[in-house]
């Protein structure tokens, strides 16, 4: 019996949880080739605001939580930690937990939709700039409020994956 108990124990240890990649912005101003309109908003809209939407119901969201959305770039300084935590990488981690984490790697093809196909990956110098992008964001707060901070127009100008 003790032996079931140890291996629940070493079981439970192993287990992947959410860690920030400990990543932070080389320039202390925030000063960064990636920002909202070259890297920020190509990236939430091929890779998350298919569930991920403000506009969208909790019944078109696959299961994505209320308030964490990824449209505008204020909401998604809201949960920049978490999404640092679910899909970034960096000197302390390297998580793959999104898209598709939780709903056993489907996505929708259209935003709102049904889960109709295995979710496009981030590659691994996308989860970098990620962890760079939001690092560095958090320092330039001036942004998140100017005008065309959004992708109200859910995505329609986006143009292809992020580079």
């Not at 192993?14 to 990636?34: H, V, Y």
């Not at 709903?103 to 981030?122: A, E, I, K, Y």
Request: net charge negative; with cysteine.
């Amino acid at each position: 019996m003790r032996w079931i108990a140890l291996l629940f124990v070493i079981g439970c240890g192993t287990s992947e949880r959410p860690t920030s990649t400990g990543t932070t912005c080389a320039d202390p101003t925030g000063a960064s080739p990636l920002t909202w309109q070259n890297f920020g908003y190509d990236f939430m809209c091929h890779y998350c605001t298919n569930c991920h939407d403000s506009g969208l119901t909790i019944s078109q969201r696959n299961g994505s939580p209320l308030f964490h959305d990824l449209d505008t770039l204020s909401t998604t300084m809201e949960v920049a930690l978490h999404t640092d935590q679910q899909a970034g990488w960096g000197p302390k981690a390297h998580n793959n937990f999104m898209p598709g984490g939780g709903t056993d790697g489907r996505c929708p093809s259209v935003r709102g939709g049904r889960l109709d196909h295995d979710c496009n990956q981030p590659t691994g110098e996308e989860r970098t700039n990620l962890a760079q992008y939001l690092a560095c964001q958090k320092l330039r707060q001036s942004e998140i409020t100017a005008p065309d901070a959004g992708v109200s127009d859910h995505c329609a100008r986006y143009t292809g994956p992020p580079q």
